[in-house]
């Protein structure tokens, strides 16, 4: 192997490892953030299930990195991990929680559907084989943000029929 494929291929084992710290924190910041919303069933039901992905997505990045002989960084998963819990208590104490866990939710999902991205053109140029793997992942990350941009105009309108009953947005 080249130096330049060397550095790529190290380049693309810390891309991966990176992105499993993502979806241990995508795991813990959505997990917190599920426990809240009662008053938006079908936004608790589509962060279940996507949940239930980024725990899939993390296991897909394990095979990957088992392949070339690597592991995840358990450091980098619970620091991530922490962050992310951090993050979904972050919003908790505002009136419009719902609203902000949407934005963040939004952006924190275009991070991810850059890094599958960035992760897929690494693969690619170090004819790495899990591709597949990669690119369900990303299909995964671009349909739920999707999903987060068609309902968020839905999820503002329900937030101030909320509000102007009395209730609160997230309890």
Same mark, same amino acid.
């Given at each position: 192997m080249s130096s330049s494929n060397s550095k790529a291929m190290e380049i693309f084992v810390t891309g991966l490892r990176n992105q499993h710290a993502v979806e241990q924190q995508?795991? %813990?910041?959505?997990?917190?953030?599920? @426990?809240?919303? !009662?008053n938006y069933p079908e936004m608790e039901a589509r962060m279940r299930q996507h949940i239930d992905e980024s725990k899939i997505q993390a296991q897909r990045i394990e095979e990957l990195l088992s392949t070339m002989?690597?592991?995840?960084?358990?450091?980098?998963?619970?620091?991530?991990?922490?962050?992310?819990n951090m993050a979904a208590l972050a919003h908790t104490v505002?009136?419009?929680?719902?609203?902000?866990? %949407?934005?963040?939710?939004?952006?924190? @999902?275009?991070? !991810?559907?850059?890094?599958?991205?960035?992760?897929?053109?690494?693969?690619?140029?170090?004819?790495?084989?899990?591709?597949?793997?990669?690119k369900q992942s990303l299909a995964e990350e671009i349909d739920m943000a999707e999903w987060i941009d068609r309902h968020l105009s839905e999820t503002t309108r329900r937030y101030v029929q909320l509000s102007e009953a009395g209730a609160t947005a997230g309890l």
């Open positions: 995508a795991v %813990s910041l959505l997990s917190r953030q599920v @426990e809240r919303l !009662e002989g690597e592991t995840h960084s358990s450091l980098k998963d619970a620091g991530m991990s922490f962050m992310g505002a009136p419009d929680e719902v609203i902000k866990n %949407s934005f963040a939710n939004f952006a924190f @999902e275009h991070f !991810e559907i850059a890094s599958y991205k960035s992760l897929l053109t690494l693969s690619d140029s170090l004819g790495q084989k899990g591709q597949s793997a990669l």
